[in-house]
């Protein structure tokens, strides 16, 4: 394992490779109310047990308080809880360890294509035919400014494509919402998408927020569209749940909202979603030449962010043949 990473974070790779006292949780923390006492006696004796969320974070209104109020009342010190949040939660495990988590992960191959267990049809998102994760070199020479690729629509991201002119940039809105058919067969492939992303300097980034939740528990959610920009080499702009942008930087990653002026990252979307299309108009005004000379002067950042990232990802945590445990747990995290 890479010395580089903080010491809890090896310490909690180890565990979850292991498999050994990793358990699901379900939406009604049944596993956790089912195994409370051999919870007691690992607590006792001071050995860490982990709780995954695999559908990214709790998203039932108060869960994630119900867990953390339980987890107190019977005093379950050594419990650990892993969802993709970048921030540093009671009972959580740390924000990089969250983000090893999607090693494994595998996603649709085409955006068109519904839930499926054909395997097929899915690809590992983050593997070395994606991502050069062991040499981790960057591509320099990009042909375009920026990319802004989203897939499912909300109001937020009416508004961010609303009028949008980015220039000479990859500027996509599939407007997907499972109420409403749409012809998505000209949106690329996964594999066709990270190839863009990887020939952009600037990555403009939509992320996923379920607000309901994350007004309550106050636990940014990030996805793999954050880690697809840090690891193919972009100047990230992320807009997301409260203290997203902050969180990534307080664990080494480098993002360039700050740069292009944006204000009220602790803010919900509604309350910072002006400061982030002025982001975007900032964007639409420079040239190519002026963002990949922008790009360079910040090489070393963004060599760092792939250097993080690539880290993580070689881990490949996840392996259904150990000792995850939880009544129908799924093959994959998130």
């Not at 089912?34 to 001071?46: A, R």
């Not at 000209?186 to 190839?195: A, E, G």
């Not at 607000?211 to 996805?223: G, I, M």
Request: glycine share 4%; net charge neutral; hydrophobic share 35%.
């Amino acid at each position: 394992m890479s010395s580089n990473l903080p010491k809890q974070v090896l310490k909690e790779i180890y565990d979850l490779q292991s498999g050994h006292e990793c358990y699901a949780l379900d939406n009604e923390l049944q596993i956790v109310k089912d195994n409370l006492e051999h919870f007691k006696n690992l607590s006792k004796s001071n050995i860490t047990f982990y709780l995954f969320v695999f559908e990214e974070i709790l998203t039932e209104i108060g869960l994630f308080e119900e867990l953390i109020d339980f987890l107190d009342e019977h005093n379950l010190t050594s419990a650990k809880i892993s969802m993709s949040t970048n921030n540093k939660i009671k009972y959580g495990t740390h924000p990089l360890t969250n983000i090893a988590m999607w090693s494994r992960v595998t996603m649709r191959k085409n955006i068109e294509t519904t839930h499926t267990d054909d395997r097929s049809k899915v690809e590992l998102i983050f593997s070395n035919k994606n991502f050069s994760l062991q040499k981790r070199n960057i591509k320099e020479n990009r042909k375009y400014k920026s990319i802004c690729s989203v897939r499912r629509r909300n109001d937020f991201r009416d508004y961010i494509f609303k009028n949008i002119n980015l220039g000479n940039s990859i500027c996509r809105y599939a407007k997907f919402d499972l109420l409403k058919y749409r012809d998505l067969t000209n949106f690329p492939t996964l594999s066709d998408l990270i190839k863009e992303y990887h020939d952009s300097y600037i990555s403009i980034v939509c992320e996923t927020n379920n607000a309901c939740v994350n007004d309550l528990t106050k636990t940014p959610q990030f996805s793999e569209k954050s880690l697809i920009a840090f690891l193919s080499g972009t100047m990230p702009v992320i807009f997301g749940a409260p203290n997203i942008v902050k969180n990534f930087n307080d664990i080494g990653l480098y993002t360039w909202n700050d740069y292009f002026g944006f204000k009220g990252d602790e803010l919900y979307e509604v309350d910072k979603i002006q400061s982030f299309k002025q982001v975007i108009n900032k964007i639409s005004e420079l040239s190519t030449d002026e963002v990949k000379k922008l790009w360079i002067e910040n090489k070393d950042k963004i060599q760092s962010n792939v250097n993080i990232i690539s880290d993580l990802m070689n881990y490949r945590i996840t392996n259904q043949d150990k000792g995850i445990q939880g009544e129908g747990w799924p093959k994959r995290l998130f």
